[in-house]
C-alpha cells in the first residue's frame, strides 16, 4: 500500500495541446511503458471511436505508482510512511462537448492539472476548466507545455519565450481572480511557488523553478531579475550590456537549449562537459541513444514524474 494516495484530473484546454501524450509520458515515469512510445500509445485512450478520431471522448483512469527520492520529498509537510505515492489519474476530455465528462471526474478528484500550449496559450476552453474546477473547490496547477516547438520548431529567442510563458500565466490568473472561492483564499498560480511546471510531453521532461534552483542555488537564483556574468552580479533592470541576461532565460532557457541542440548534432563530448557543470550524472545505458530519445533523457529538469 502506498504512503500517499490522491486522485488527480488532467485536463487539456483544446485539442492537440498533448494532454494525452503528457499522460502517456507520466505512464512511462511510472514504468507501465516506455517513453519512446510514449503518444502513440495512448494508454487513456481504450475506445475505438478514440483512436479512430485521435481525442479523448471519455474519462478514464489509471493509477500511477512512483517511489518517490527523499530529497524530493523534503519540502512535504503531510503524514506519510515511506516513500510511496500512488496516483489515480483521470484523462479528461479538451473538447468542449464532452464538458460533462470533466465535471464528473472533478467530483470526485483531489487536484486539477491544466495544461496549456506554451505557444497558442489560454484559449476560451481554459476558462471553462478552471471555472469547473474551482466550482469544485479544487485548486488547479498549471503546466505550459510543449516547450519543445520553441526550440525545434520556431526557434523562439529566451525572453521572447520568458514574455510568452508569462503572459500564459497572468491570462490564467485573471479567469481564476475571476471565479475564485473566498474558502479556498488565493487560487493563482505562481512558477516561484511551484505551482506552474514547463513542460514537454513528447520528450517526457517537465520543470519547475525549483529544479533549476537547486542547480544555481549557490548563485542566488533569482528568475525575474538579471544576470550578467561579465560582472557577476544581479539586477533588477537590464543594464543595456549584451551579456546581462534574464536569470530565467540565462539558468533555464538557454541551458535547455543548447543542450537540445547538442543532441540533435550528436555531439556527445559536448555534451558530457556541459552536463558535468550542470551537475548532471549519464547513466551507462543512455551514453549510446541518439537524437530524440537522447534529448529526452538529457535535459537538465529531469523525467516527467
Known amino acids: 500500500m502506498a504512503s500517499r494516495f490522491c486522485r488527480f484530473t488532467c485536463v487539456k484546454c483544446k485539442s492537440e495541446i ?26 487513456t485512450g ?24 527523499d530529497e524530493s520529498l523534503k519540502s512535504y509537510k503531510g503524514d506519510r510512511d515511506g516513500n510511496e505515492y500512488l496516483i489515480n489519474l483521470i484523462d479528461s476530455p479538451g473538447h468542449v462537448n464532452f464538458s460533462s465528462e470533466v465535471t464528473a471526474a472533478l467530483c470526485i478528484t483531489d487536484g486539477v492539472l491544466v495544461v496549456v500550449d506554451c505557444i497558442e496559450g489560454v484559449c476560451v476552453r481554459t476558462e471553462t476548466v478552471l471555472r469547473q474546477a474551482l466550482g469544485e473547490r479544487i485548486r488547479p496547477v498549471l503546466t505550459v507545455n510543449k516547450m ?30 475571476t471565479y475564485e472561492d473566498a474558502l479556498l483564499g488565493d487560487v493563482q498560480v505562481y512558477p516561484e511557488k511551484g505551482t506552474v511546471a514547463f513542460s514537454a510531453d513528447l520528450h517526457g521532461w517537465a520543470f519547475t523553478l525549483s529544479n533549476f534552483a537547486k542547480i544555481y542555488a549557490s548563485k542566488g537564483f533569482g528568475g525575474e531579475n538579471y544576470f550578467d556574468p561579465t560582472t557577476e552580479k544581479w539586477t533588477i533592470k537590464h543594464t543595456g550590456s549584451d551579456t546581462c541576461k534574464r536569470g530565467f532565460v540565462q539558468f533555464c532557457y538557454e541551458p535547455i537549449r543548447q543542450i537540445i541542440n547538442t543532441c540533435m548534432n550528436d555531439q556527445k563530448d559536448k555534451l558530457l562537459f556541459m552536463l558535468q557543470k550542470l551537475g548532471v550524472t549519464m547513466k551507462s545505458d543512455e551514453k549510446d541513444l541518439t537524437g530524440k530519445a537522447l534529448k529526452g533523457s538529457e535535459v537538465p529538469c529531469g523525467k516527467l514524474v
Open 148 to 177: 519543445d516547438r520553441c526550440f525545434l520548431e520556431l526557434q523562439v529567442g529566451g525572453e521572447e519565450a520568458y514574455q510568452t510563458f508569462s503572459c500564459v500565466i497572468e491570462n490564467a490568473n485573471v479567469i481564476m481572480a
Open 46 to 69: 481504450t475506445r475505438a471511436d478514440e483512436a479512430e478520431r485521435g481525442i479523448t471522448i471519455k474519462s478514464t483512469g489509471i493509477s500511477l505508482y512512483y517511489e518517490m527520492s
Open 18 to 43: 498533448g494532454k494525452s501524450t503528457l499522460t502517456d509520458s507520466l505512464v512511462a515515469a511510472a514504468g507501465i511503458i516506455t517513453q519512446d512510445v510514449a503518444g502513440d500509445v495512448r494508454m
